[in-house]
C-alpha cells in the first residue's frame, strides 16, 4: 500500500470511529434491538396494570424487578448507540428546568450556590452563583470545582464505604457489632444486640448522648444503645462507622495499645490514641476505597481553606477551590466568611467530607454503574433499605434518593444536598450560606427546594 493510500485508508478509518462515537443514529441491528426491549417492557407494564386493576393489588415484586431490569438494559443501549429510546412519556425527566428552578429559588433568596446533575455520568445541566469566597477573603465564585463541607452528607459515602466492608468479608449486616467494637469498651446490656443494620438505618437507639467524638461514643455504647423500630435520626450511628471501619477492615485491632502507655495517665492517653488512631485509619480507608476509584484524590475531613492562598497548595485546585462560610442576609463584597469546619476529624462517620460538585458526581457515577466500588444491585438493596439517605421521594418518573446535609457557626452556615434521579441521574447542590429555618423562616429549605424542582421537572 503507497504512502498516499494508507494516508486516506488511515483518515476514512478514523472518520468511521467519530461517526460511531458521536451519531444519534444506530444500526438497524440496534433498533430491532430497542424494538424488542421497549415491547417486553410495555407487555410487562400491560400486564401488571391489568392485574393491579381487576385486583386492586399493588405490582408483584418479581414483576416490578422485571420492569427495572428491562428500563436498566434500555438505558445500557442508549449509552453504547447514542440514541434516545422514549420509553413512556411519564419518564421524561427535564434535568435542565430542574436545575433552573432550583437556582431560581437559591437566587432569590441571595445565597451562592452550585448545582449540577449528570446523567448517565455526563453532564446534563449545571448553574452556579455567587462567592464562594468574597473579595475580602481572596475572591472566588462559586463553579462546580468548588469544593463544601458536606456535612451530613457525608453519610451517604460512609454507607457505602462500610456496605462495602461487610460484603468484602462476607458479614452480613445483621451481625452484632460488638465484636467489632474496642475490646477495652465497656458494651451495655441494651448494646448487645445492636448490628449494623440498626446503625445504617437510624434505629440503634434514642441516643441523649450530645457528642458524637471519640469519648462520646464510649459512653453510648457503655449505657444508651437500645435497638428499636423506629428512626430517630441521630450522628453517633453513623459516628461508630469511624471505630468500626479500621477494626473491620483489619488496619486496628481490637486490643490495640498505644506503643507508648504511661501509667500515670492510664486510660485517658489510651483513649487519646485510640481517637486519633481511628480516624486516621477510617480516612484512609474510605479514600482508597470510595474516592479514589472514582478518580477524586485528595480528600479529608479538613476544609484545608487556610491553605487556599499559600503556595503550592494554591496551584492545587482542591486546596484553591474550597468556599468558606457566610451569614445571611446576603453577603456583600466586604463580608468576611468564615472556616466553620476547618477539622472534622472528631466527628468522622458522621459529618466531614469536603468535596466539589464534579467530585460528588463522580463518586455517585461509579457507584451505580462502574462495579469497581460496589455493584448495581448492592446499591439498590442500599436504597431500598435507606442505608446511606434521609429521603427517597417517588413521583411518575421514579425515585429521589439522597442526603441533605447542613452545618452552622458563627451565624454562618453550609448546606448540602446529593443524591439519585430514576435511574440514570445523578445531583449535587451546595450553597455557603446560613438558611437555617429557625434563624430565617422565610428561606427555602433545601431539601424542599429540591422536591418541588424534581416533581415540577417532570412530565
Not at 466553620?340 to 457515577?365: F, K, P, Q, T, Y
Not at 431500598?384 to 418518573?397: D, E, F, K, S, W
Not at 434521579?421 to 451546595?430: R, W
Amino acid at each position: 500500500m503507497s504512502p498516499t493510500t494508507a494516508r486516506k485508508a488511515t483518515a476514512k478509518s478514523r472518520r468511521r470511529a467519530a461517526t460511531a462515537t458521536t451519531s444519534r443514529h444506530p444500526t438497524a441491528a440496534s433498533l430491532a434491538a430497542a424494538d424488542t426491549l421497549v415491547r417486553s417492557l410495555a407487555d410487562a407494564a400491560t400486564v401488571n396494570l391489568e392485574a393491579r386493576e381487576a385486583t386492586g393489588i399493588p405490582m408483584a415484586p418479581r414483576s416490578a424487578l422485571r420492569i427495572r431490569d428491562l428500563i436498566g438494559d434500555i438505558e445500557k443501549m442508549e449509552l453504547a448507540t447514542g440514541l434516545e429510546i422514549p420509553i413512556f412519556s411519564l419518564r421524561r425527566f427535564n434535568a435542565a428546568a430542574f436545575v433552573d428552578r432550583v437556582a431560581m429559588r437559591l437566587s432569590a433568596s441571595g445565597l451562592g450556590f452550585a448545582i449540577q446533575v449528570n446523567r448517565n455520568g455526563r453532564l446534563v445541566a449545571k448553574a452556579a452563583s455567587g462567592w464562594a469566597r468574597t473579595p475580602a477573603d481572596g475572591e472566588l465564585k462559586w463553579s462546580s470545582d468548588t469544593r463544601l463541607h458536606l456535612a451530613s452528607s457525608s453519610k451517604f459515602f460512609n454507607a457505602v464505604a462500610l456496605v462495602k466492608l461487610l460484603e468484602d468479608r462476607s458479614i452480613s449486616v445483621h451481625r452484632r457489632v460488638r465484636d467489632f467494637l474496642p475490646s477495652h469498651w465497656k458494651i451495655g446490656p441494651k448494646a448487645q444486640n445492636l448490628t449494623f443494620h440498626h446503625l445504617l438505618t437510624h434505629q440503634a437507639g434514642n441516643w441523649k448522648e450530645e457528642h458524637a467524638n471519640y469519648d462520646g461514643l464510649k459512653r453510648a455504647i457503655a449505657t444508651e444503645a437500645q435497638p428499636i423500630t423506629d428512626h430517630p435520626y441521630h450522628n453517633i450511628n453513623y459516628a461508630l462507622f469511624s471505630i468500626l471501619i479500621p477494626i473491620l477492615s483489619g488496619r486496628m485491632r481490637r486490643n490495640y495499645a498505644p506503643p507508648f502507655y504511661p501509667g500515670s495517665v492510664g486510660e485517658a492517653f489510651r483513649d487519646i490514641a485510640w481517637s486519633a488512631e481511628t480516624r486516621r485509619h477510617f480516612t484512609d480507608y474510605v479514600n482508597a476505597n470510595v474516592f479514589q476509584p472514582a478518580g477524586v484524590i485528595l480528600t479529608s475531613l479538613k476544609s484545608n481553606a487556610q491553605l487556599s492562598r499559600i503556595l503550592p497548595f494554591s496551584q492545587i485546585p482542591q486546596y484553591a477551590n474550597v468556599a468558606l462560610a457566610y451569614p445571611y442576609p446576603p453577603t456583600k463584597a466586604t463580608t468576611r466568611g468564615a472556616d466553620i469546619s476547618r477539622d472534622e476529624n472528631r466527628h468522622a462517620g458522621a459529618v466531614g467530607w469536603h468535596l466539589s460538585c464534579n467530585e460528588i458526581l463522580a463518586v455517585l457515577d461509579h457507584v451505580r454503574r462502574r462495579n469497581n466500588i460496589i455493584s448495581r444491585p448492592t446499591l439498590d438493596r442500599m436504597l431500598t433499605n435507606g442505608y446511606g439517605i434521609r429521603l427517597r421521594h417517588v413521583n411518575r418518573y421514579g425515585a429521589l434518593a439522597g442526603h441533605g446535609g447542613s452545618w452552622a457557626g458563627d451565624a454562618r452556615g453550609q448546606k448540602a444536598w446529593v443524591g439519585y434521579i430514576g435511574n440514570s441521574h445523578e445531583v449535587a447542590v451546595l450553597s455557603n450560606n446560613e438558611i437555617a429555618k429557625d434563624n430565617h423562616p422565610t428561606l427555602p429549605q433545601l431539601q424542599d427546594v429540591i422536591v418541588q424542582a424534581y416533581d415540577a421537572s417532570v412530565s
